[in-house]
C-alpha cells in the first residue's frame, strides 16, 4: 500500500496547531470528549487547591501546583494531537480552494455568443464553453464537443483524459482544465455543491462524524472513566477509615493515571487521520464511516476488465479449422478488420502483418464496413463482388455460415472451447458459407492481482468477479487470477443480487464501478467505489470516489480501512497496558506509609511517595505526543487473518504497553527525584 509523497507536518501546521490547542481548552470543546473533561476537571479542582489548600485540610501548594501543571500539558497534548490531524486537512482544503479561486466562466446565451462571468454565479442547467487553456468552472456534462482534460488541479497526476458527449466518460469536474480543443458543458451542480466543495468539506473535518466503531470504543472508555472514578471517590472515606490520609491532589492524579487517558487524547485524531490517509491516496471518502466500512470489509465484487484485466483482448494466435490453409485464414481475417478501429480488430491486423500476410486497404477502400453491435455480435465487409465475410462469436458465426447452406467443420467447437478455457475470446472468422478459423484475442491479467488476492485470502476476504463473458473464459481468468468465485454473463442486476445475498449473511460488501448502469450496486454496496472518470451517476451513488479513475485502488482502500481499525484497537491496547504500570507506581505511594507491607509492589524501586506519583503523571502526560505521529501514520498494516492481527497487537502493544512505562516512570523518578528534594518534597 503506498500513498502519495506530500509534507507529512509542515512547521505552518505545527504553529496553527498549537494555537488550536488553547483554543480547544474551552469548555464547550473539552466536553466533547468525556475522558480528557474529566482530566479537565480535575486540573481545575487542583488548580484551585494551588492557591485555598485549606479547604480540604491540606497544605501542599507546590505539590498541587506541579499536579496541575502537568494535568494542563495532558489535555495541551491531546488538544494538540486532535489539532494536528485537523491542520493536515485544513492545509489541503486549502490547496483545493485555491483551485476555484477567481475562476472565469464562458456563459452561452441563447441568441448565440456568450458572455464572461464568474464561477459561484453559475446554476445548474447553465451551458459553458470551456476551449483549450479554460478552466472548467463547476461540475457538468459534455453535451458537445471533445477536449483532451488535465485533472491534475483534483488527481495530482498531469495526464489528460478524453472527455466526450454521450457515453461514460461525458462527466466532467468543476477545477480542471481544458489542455486542447473545446468543449460545452452543461453544468449539474449548484454554487457551493460541487464535487470539489464536498472534498473540501471532508477534508476540513466539516462534514465528519463519528463512526460506529469510533462511537463504540468511546462509550467503552466513558464507562471504564465511570468506573474508576466510582472506585476513586470510594478510596477516599475507605484510606480515612484505615487511617491513610490521601490527598485530593494524589486522588486526583491516580484518577487521571487510570482512565484511559492516551486513547481518550488520540481517539479523534485517529479518526480524523483515517479520513486524511485516505484522501492523500487520491480518494475521496464521503463519509467516516465508508472509510471504516473498509476495514470490516468481507466480500469484494470486482469487474473484469480494467480490473482484473488490462481489458484490451488482442489477437495472439490464428487457428484455421481442418482443410484450410492458416495464410488463408489470416488474409480473410485481416480483410474483415480493415476498418476496424477497435482493439480487437487494430491488434488482428498488426498481428497478420508479423505473420507475413499484407493486405493493401486502398483495395478495399469503397466497401461497406459492418461495424460491430450487441445484437449482432460480429462484424465484417461486404464486398464489391457481393461476398460478404464476418468475425465474431462462435453462435452468431455459425448462424451466419448456416443461412448460407454452409456446414460447420466438426473440429471448430473444440478450437473455440479450448481458447475459452485459457481464458481468451474466439472469433470465428467466415466467408459466406465457409468458416475458415478461429482468431485467438487474449486477456491478460495485471501482475501482481494474483499475490494481492492471496493476502486479501489471508485476511478472511472473499474475492469475487464479474464479467460478461461466457462460464468457461471466465471460470479460466478467475483461477488465473485467483479470485474465490465468478459471476458469468453478468448483467447489472446480477450484481446488485449477489451483493444484496451477502449482506443477507451478514458480510459487509465492496465492489467498483464508473457507468450509470453500475450505480444500482454502488449504493447498494457497503462500500462503493466509483471512478471520478465516470458518470456523475455511478459517483452519486458511491460512498467514495477515486479520483485517479484506477479500478484496482479498492484493493488499496480496503488496506486503508484496515489501517484505521487496527490502529485504534493497537493504541486501545497499549493504552490500557500502561495502567498495569502505573498501579505499581501509584498505589504503593499511597499507601506504603500506613501499611510497610505495600513496599514490596514497589518493583520499581522509586525514590519516594510524591516522586512515584509525579512520574507517573508525567508519563501519562509525554507518552500522548509520542505517540502522535503513529495515530497519524498509522500502524503497519500486514494482511494476515484477525486472529493473527489479534495476537500480533498483544504481542508488540499489549506487551510494549506494560514494558514502556514501567522504564519510563524509572527513568523519570530517577530524573525529578533530585529536583523534588531541593524543593523539600
Known amino acids: 500500500m503506498k500513498e502519495k509523497k506530500k509534507g507529512f507536518i509542515t512547521k505552518e501546521m505545527m504553529k496553527e496547531a498549537i494555537v488550536d490547542s488553547f483554543k480547544k481548552l474551552n469548555p464547550k ?60 486537512g485544513k492545509a489541503q482544503a486549502d490547496a483545493l480552494k485555491s483551485t476555484k479561486r477567481d475562476t472565469k466562466a464562458k456563459l452561452l446565451k441563447p441568441d448565440g ?87 473540501i468539506s471532508l477534508v476540513e473535518g466539516a462534514s465528519r462524524q463519528k463512526t460506529p466503531n469510533e462511537i463504540a470504543l468511546s462509550t467503552l472508555l466513558i464507562a471504564l472513566t465511570v468506573i474508576f472514578l466510582v472506585v476513586i471517590v470510594s478510596l477516599y472515606p475507605i484510606a480515612n477509615f484505615v487511617g491513610v490520609t490521601l490527598e485530593v491532589s494524589t486522588l486526583v492524579a491516580l484518577l487521571v493515571c487510570l482512565i484511559p487517558t492516551t486513547i481518550g487524547g488520540l481517539l479523534s485524531s485517529i479518526g480524523i487521520a483515517g479520513m486524511d490517509r485516505v484522501t492523500r491516496f487520491n480518494v475521496i471518502a464521503m463519509s467516516g464511516k465508508a472509510v471504516e466500512a473498509c476495514g470490516d470489509v468481507d466480500v469484494m465484487i470486482l469487474d473484469k476488465t480494467g480490473t482484473i484485466t488490462f481489458g484490451n483482448r488482442l489477437a495472439a494466435d490464428f487457428i484455421p479449422v481442418e482443410g484450410i490453409a492458416k495464410e488463408e485464414l489470416i488474409k480473410y481475417a485481416l480483410i474483415s478488420s480493415i476498418k476496424d478501429t477497435t482493439p480487437e480488430g487494430k491488434s488482428t491486423v498488426e498481428l497478420g502483418e508479423k505473420l507475413g500476410v499484407k493486405i493493401d486497404e486502398y483495395e478495399f477502400r469503397d466497401n461497406e464496413f459492418v461495424e460491430f453491435t450487441a445484437q449482432t455480435k460480429s462484424s465484417g465487409i461486404n464486398l464489391k463482388d457481393g461476398e460478404r465475410i464476418r468475425k465474431g462469436a462462435a453462435s452468431a458465426i455459425i448462424e451466419f455460415v448456416k443461412e448460407n447452406g454452409g456446414e460447420i467443420p466438426k473440429e471448430l467447437k473444440s478450437i473455440v472451447d479450448d481458447i475459452s478455457k485459457l481464458g481468451g475470446t474466439p472469433l470465428v472468422v467466415a466467408k459466406e458459407d465457409i468458416v475458415y478459423g478461429v482468431i485467438y484475442l487474449k486477456d491478460t491479467v495485471k501482475p501482481g492481482l494474483t499475490e494481492r488476492f492471496e493476502k486479501l485470502r489471508e485476511m478472511g476476504i472473499k474475492t469475487v468477479m464479474c464479467t460478461g463473458d461466457n462460464p468457461l473464459t471466465a471460470k479460466t481468468i478467475a483461477k488465473e487470477a485467483g479470485v474465490d468465485d465468478f459471476i458469468a454473463e ?31 450496486a454502488l449504493a447498494q454496496a457497503n462500500v462503493g467505489l466509483a471512478m471520478n472518470s465516470g458518470t456523475i451517476a455511478a459517483k452519486e451513488a458511491a460512498n467514495m470516489v477515486d479520483l485517479d479513475s484506477d479500478p484496482t485502488k479498492i484493493l488499496d482502500v480496503v488496506g486503508i480501512g484496515k489501517q484505521l481499525l487496527i490502529t485504534r484497537g493497537a493504541l486501545t491496547t497499549f493504552s490500557i497496558a500502561n495502567d498495569i504500570a502505573k498501579y505499581f507506581a ?90 523534588l528534594s531541593l524543593v523539600g518534597m
Open 29 to 88: 470543546d473539552m466536553i466533547k470528549n468525556p475522558v480528557m473533561f474529566v482530566a479537565y476537571l480535575g486540573m481545575i479542582i487542583t488548580f484551585i487547591l494551588t492557591f485555598v489548600p485549606q479547604i480540604v485540610g491540606e497544605d501542599g501548594r507546590l505539590y498541587n501546583a506541579i499536579v496541575t501543571v502537568i494535568l494542563f500539558l495532558t489535555i495541551l497534548f491531546a488538544n494538540f494531537a486532535e489539532s494536528i490531524a485537523e491542520g493536515r
Open 113 to 199: 455568443g456568450y458572455e464572461i462571468v464568474n464561477a459561484t454565479e453559475l446554476k445548474k442547467g447553465d451551458i459553458v464553453l470551456v476551449e483549450a487553456g479554460d478552466i472548467i468552472p463547476n461540475d457538468g456534462e459534455v453535451i458537445e464537443g471533445l477536449a483532451s482534460v488535465n485533472e491534475a488541479a483534483i488527481t495530482g497526476e498531469s495526464a489528460p483524459v478524453i472527455k466526450e458527449a454521450g457515453g461514460d466518460f461525458a462527466s466532467v469536474t468543476g477545477g480542471t482544465t481544458v489542455q486542447s480543443d473545446w468543449i460545452k458543458v452543461m453544468i449539474t451542480s449548484d454554487p457551493g455543491e460541487s464535487f470539489l466543495d464536498k472534498m
Open 490 to 520: 453478468c448483467k447489472p442486476e446480477d450484481k446488485i443480487d449477489a451483493i444484496k445475498k451477502e449482506q443477507a449473511n451478514g458480510k459487509v460488501v465492496a465492489m467498483t464501478g464508473d457507468g450509470t448502469n453500475d450505480a444500482p
Open 586 to 675: 501509584i498505589i504503593p505511594a499511597m499507601f506504603t506509609l500506613a501499611i510497610p507491607q505495600m513496599a514490596v509492589l514497589n518493583v520499581m524501586g522509586l525514590n519516594s511517595p510524591k516522586s512515584a506519583i509525579i512520574s507517573a503523571l508525567i508519563f501519562n502526560a509525554i507518552i500522548i505526543p509520542l505517540l502522535i505521529p503513529i495515530a497519524l501514520r498509522g500502524v503497519k498494516y500486514v494482511p494476515m487473518k484477525p486472529e493473527k492481527i489479534l495476537k500480533r497487537n498483544l504481542g508488540i502493544y499489549g506487551v510494549g504497553g506494560i514494558i514502556a512505562p514501567f522504564i519510563g516512570i524509572k527513568i523519570i523518578d530517577i530524573i525529578i527525584s533530585p529536583l
